[in-house]
């Protein structure tokens, strides 16, 4: 039987300076570029290619990632141009939020968290810029809550792909969209329990 895993945010690596009992080796760095999002934002070729894939179901519904799907369930997109010298693979959400909101509403060094802990979710309603620790934060509190996103099953990138996979599915064979993102959202919660809102 395969083990099932949730995703947890994994702790930074320390460094052990202190125990090293050889030379040492000289520091391979793979420094990357900033991401230029203020630029991706502005390229009308990049914010189309982001909005022919997101699945929108309307106001204050989640509208879901129909393209790749990270290992942390997000969605990433090759944004940019290699012309310009802006082509790079970034996460879907984030360049959503700076779509919608301007590069300068996301700080150096913030995350883009989502308050329906949907990580494929493109609704900018559901999203929030904030530190890191605050995601993390976040998903301790309500990742052990009954029938929650963060408790499926199949964790979040699994999670991701099911609903993505359901939604193409039914738009290909014409089935009930809604209802083939509810049986697929029902898939990770074999138990079926659910706990209300407390709030």
Known sequence: MRALRRHRPDPQPV???????????????????????????ADAATVERYRAKVYDRG???????????SSSGHGKLRAGSRKAGTSRVVTAHVLGYVIAHGAAALPAGHVVRHTCDESSCQLA??????????????????????GHALSDVRGPDGRAV???????????TGADVEAAIAAAIAAGNPSGAVQDALF
Not at 29 to 39: D, F, G, I, K, L
Not at 59 to 69: E, N, Q, S, T, V
Not at 127 to 144: F, K, M, P, Q, T
Not at 162 to 172: M, N
């Open 15 to 41: 460094a052990d300076d202190e125990h090293q009992d050889h030379e040492e080796e000289p520091e391979m760095t793979t420094e990357q570029a900033p991401v230029p999002w203020a630029a991706l934002a």
């Open 59 to 69: 106001p204050d519904r989640c509208a879901y990632f129909l393209g790749a799907i």
């Open 125 to 146: 309603a559901h999203w929030v810029a904030g530190e890191r620790l605050d995601n993390i934060r976040d998903y301790y509190a309500r990742s052990h809550r009954a």
């Open 162 to 172: 099911a609903i993505r996979d359901a939604i193409l599915t039914a738009q290909a």
